[in-house]
């Protein structure tokens, strides 16, 4: 079993790799700056490669970068998509230099004057710029990046994996592009989580639209919110909506894949969670 939390790099990145020991995981997330600014001092080589040389020796796998909250590669806003491509291509180079096997992203909303198309477009052209600026470097890819699905809304796109499959096999890099399900957000959308049928019923338009082999990932959280509601809310594992029963039964369909836990912290970020201790216990005996 490959388990894990987001852990906080408040602290340094080192500490991050010391939170996910100490909590027993075996992989662990992370943010490679803080998710809510455009500019920030990139990392020193000398902290980059003793994260790298601790992370072997801790035998944490994979490592999971999770892209900030602000950019926005579907936008039709010129300022606001060189914004968010520039960004994404910082994101991209942190996670090669990290080492990281994954970078996940939420696709993004198109414009208001704009069009579903169009937002598609601009994040195909957006991720290919980031990947053609990787392979001109090194030759080579060595991570994959992960799309999110999200729980709808607005011009949000990512909602349905036909949406997201319009994104991945756009792009000339599509073997490098994969899938992240995140449980909250599927069962805020509609897929009835609790039951046999809805955890079928979301695999077979996974296999459908882009192939199961693409899903390398699942931030695994349950939802404060009903079913359907088409909100963003994480909770506890078993304390929310999709309830312990539910996890019980996805975990059968996710038991050889990786699972990453967004829980709520309900403690300082740069304090290790007793929650989080909590939500892994619960997993691990759902596995037992």
Not at 28 to 34: E, G, R, Y
Not at 223 to 246: A, E, T
Request: proline share 4%; glycine share 6%; hydrophobic share 35%.
């Amino acid at each position: 079993m490959k388990l894990g939390v987001h852990c906080s790099i408040r602290k340094g990145y080192i500490n991050a790799l010391y939170e996910a020991k100490e909590l027993g995981c075996s992989c662990l997330q992370i943010f490679t700056h803080s998710p809510r600014i455009w500019k920030f001092k990139f990392p020193a080589k000398e902290e980059i490669e003793e994260f790298k040389k601790l992370r072997k020796k801790l035998k944490l796998s994979p490592l999971v970068v999770h892209t900030a909250y602000l950019p926005n590669p579907a936008s039709s806003n010129k300022e606001i998509y060189l914004k968010s491509r520039q960004l994404l291509l910082l994101e991209f180079h942190l996670a090669e230099e990290f080492g990281a096997d994954y970078i996940v992203m939420h696709p993004g909303s198109y414009s208001e004057n704009s069009s579903f198309d169009e937002g598609i477009k601009n994040i195909v052209k957006s991720i290919d710029y980031c990947f053609d600026y990787i392979y001109k470097k090194l030759k080579k890819i060595n991570f994959m990046l992960l799309l999110e699905n999200i729980c709808g809304g607005g011009r949000k796109i990512g909602k349905t994996f036909k949406e997201i499959a319009e994104i991945i096999f756009k792009s000339k890099y599509e073997e490098y592009i994969g899938l992240c399900i995140d449980t909250a957000h599927s069962f805020a959308y509609g897929y009835n989580l609790t039951t046999n049928d809805g955890i079928k019923q979301l695999l077979d338009e996974v296999e459908e639209n882009i192939g199961i082999k693409k899903l390398k990932l699942v931030h695994l959280n349950d939802s404060k919110v009903p079913l359907s509601s088409r909100i963003d809310q994480h909770y506890h594992i078993g304390k929310g909506y999709i309830g312990l029963n539910g996890f019980k039964i996805m975990i059968g369909y996710f038991k050889d894949l990786p699972l990453i836990l967004e829980t709520p912290k309900e403690t300082p970020f740069d304090k290790i969670s007793p929650k989080d201790k909590e939500n892994i216990e619960v997993v691990k005996k759902l596995f037992s």
